[in-house]
């Protein structure tokens, strides 16, 4: 990948730059951000994390380039590097804590959860968006930024760092995916040529 020259700018341009170019798509970047990671308080650290990146390293970025591309880029490297980082190590628990709920007078010990009513909570919803973030990552992710965010090939290949052909195989693998997890409903919504 190519080298960009570093850009000098003063701290009142930092702040148009940032401002002008990078704020208008922090609603964009939020919502990528929970479609990858399914949870709202961790796709606004994700968000904060990418803008804190983007201030930090705005020399990198070319003035009068795709900011929301570079952008998308910085948020995709953020959340790989955090999913590596968790998958790596193990879950925290706080067992002084849990003994400590436990013995508490706010346990309540009548209390049973019926599974069945637990998981079927989280199917119920929209179909569409279960559908997709049932789907790999990487294949969630080519389906975001083509279909959702409306970038094109050459630009999802700079965000995803994957060649273009790459992401047109990565893409059309995601859309009949996503065809197949979506024909009952469909069919159900009174579509016939599925």
């Not at 401002?19 to 709202?40: A, C, K, Q, V, W």
């Not at 929301?68 to 002084?96: C, G, H, M």
């Not at 994957?162 to 995601?174: C, E, F, K, M, N």
């Amino acid at each position: 990948m190519e080298e960009t020259p570093k850009q000098h700018y003063s701290e009142k341009e930092k702040n148009e730059v940032f401002h002008g170019e990078f704020l208008p798509h922090i609603s964009s970047m939020y919502n990528f951000g929970y479609r990858l990671t399914l949870d709202r308080d961790d796709a606004k650290d994700l968000v904060q994390d990418t803008y804190l990146k983007a201030y930090r390293f705005i020399a990198s970025f070319q003035k009068g380039t795709n900011a929301k591309a570079w952008l998308f880029r910085i948020l995709k490297n953020s959340f790989i590097n955090d999913y590596r980082k968790k998958t790596k190590e193990p879950s925290k628990v706080d067992y002084q804590e849990v003994e400590t709920y436990y013995n508490s007078e706010e346990f309540d010990r009548q209390i049973t959860p019926d599974l069945r009513v637990e998981s079927l909570k989280d199917m119920i919803g929209d179909e569409i968006s279960n559908a997709l973030n049932s789907l790999d990552v990487d294949f969630r992710t080519v389906i975001i930024l083509c279909d959702l965010e409306g970038f094109k090939y050459e630009e999802m290949a700079k965000i995803l760092d994957i060649p273009i052909g790459t992401v047109r195989s990565r893409l059309h693998r995601a859309r009949n995916l996503l065809k197949e997890k979506l024909t009952h409903y469909a069919k159900s919504m009174g579509y016939k040529n599925v």
